[in-house]
């Protein structure tokens, strides 16, 4: 792919598709890691002179409709306080804008445009009418085909790929082409169907694959044990028999279970073989922690997305710290992605010692399961 470095951008309008989707509450952005992450791209155009227009969508409007709930204003505010310089914000900003050379303008949410999610070909036009230069560093939304990250890269004279969407292609590279050895994959989350493909990826890639959550429920009931009232998916039981006997995955020997799934439930440590009736399961026990935390520490690649336990809640939340820090000390090249992990990084004070942290939630499942990310497609296709 052609990258934004080796581009002349002085003068040049220059649109970048960052992913501002940001979890926010009462209007405050609760957690700017993908604001933070996309400053060093937007300080490169800046220097080197650039008019700079900045797209990104906001959760998950009705399409062509304005919502005040969505709209990026807050995200542009913050922005500004992050780089202590302006950002201009632009509510109507199809027609073009004014700017000069060297200065920040972000746009009104992309998603209140019609068209945007079926990657409307007019709107992909209008889009790239608007840059000199396209520069996506999106990379949380390159499994999408959008107007936005797809059909302008298609139409605008120039389309490249931004610093951090080239840093995240290069360190899951890193991970999954020529990993080094043992290679060890962490897989938590609720359901085995949302992530069966990035399961039956892994079975095959990895040394060890180690599971967590409702997931692991499900592993455990396929491996003959008494789950509770535990999360789990009795439609997924033969096919979590079929990965346990195509793949190295250990399975639980203690677990740790409430009768409720709140933050004051007791914490009971209990044998894999003693789970009750009325229990839940919701985190790993201490002696198989350990046991992770050692196939961790042994290891030279990991890969890492979904806690292993109920980690919002401090009774539940020692087995995903102890792996947290069992890869965080490890010597192995470490990649982790996903909300919820990153979360938990961030809870235990990991993230410094991680190797590269993916801003990516599903482009980073659809990578390491091997699919072709569009947004990245169209960027080597242009440079062909």
């Known amino acids: 792919m052609l990258k934004m470095t080796e581009i002349p951008l002085a003068g040049k309008r220059v649109v970048i598709r960052e992913d501002f989707n940001v979890p926010m509450e009462y209007g405050s952005i609760t957690d700017d890691t993908r604001l933070r992450s996309a400053i060093p791209t937007i300080n490169a155009a800046v220097t080197a002179g650039a008019r700079v227009m900045l797209l990104s969508h906001l959760g998950r409007p009705k399409e062509g409709e304005f919502d005040p709930r969505y709209s990026l204003e807050p995200v542009a505010n913050a922005l500004a306080d992050l780089m202590a310089t302006p950002v201009r914000f632009e509510f109507d900003w199809m027609g073009g804008i004014e700017q000069e050379n060297g ?108 599971v967590g959550g409702g997931i692991a429920n499900t592993f455990l009931k396929a491996a003959g044990f008494e789950i509770g009232n535990s999360l789990h998916e009795p439609d997924m039981i033969e096919t979590a028999k079929q990965l346990l006997n195509g793949g190295d995955i250990p399975i639980p020997t203690d677990l740790v279970c409430g009768k409720n799934f709140n933050a004051t439930a007791k914490a009971r440590v209990v044998a894999a073989d003693a789970v009750q009736k009325d229990d839940m399961i919701l985190d790993v026990g201490p002696q198989t ?69 993916s801003t990516g939630g599903g482009a980073f499942l659809e990578f390491v399961e091997g699919k072709i990310l569009p947004a990245v497609d169209i960027l080597e296709r242009r440079d062909q």
């Open 103 to 210: 200065s920040i303008v972000m746009c009104e949410n992309v998603r209140f445009l019609k068209g945007e999610n079926a990657n409307n070909e007019n709107l992909a036009r209008r889009l790239a009418a608007l840059a000199d230069i396209f520069v996506n560093d999106a990379f949380a939304t390159a499994h999408r085909a959008q107007a936005s990250t797809y059909g302008i890269a298609q139409f605008a004279p120039i389309a490249c790929a931004g610093p951090l969407l080239s840093a995240e292609l290069d360190a899951l590279s890193v991970a999954l082409r020529k990993p080094a050895r043992p290679m060890v994959a962490i897989v938590g989350g609720a359901k085995v169907s949302t992530k069966l493909a990035l399961l039956e990826s892994l079975s095959v890639k990895v040394d060890q694959l180690i």
């Open 289 to 357: 922690a350990k046991t992770f935390a050692k196939i961790l520490e042994d290891s030279q690649t990991i890969i890492w997305n979904g806690p292993v336990g109920v980690f919002e809640f401090d009774q539940f939340s020692a087995g995903t710290k102890i792996l947290a820090e069992a890869a965080a000390n490890s010597t192995a090249y470490s990649i982790a992605g996903g909300g919820d992990t990153i979360a938990a990084i961030v809870k235990f004070g990991v993230a410094d010692r991680i190797s590269y942290i």
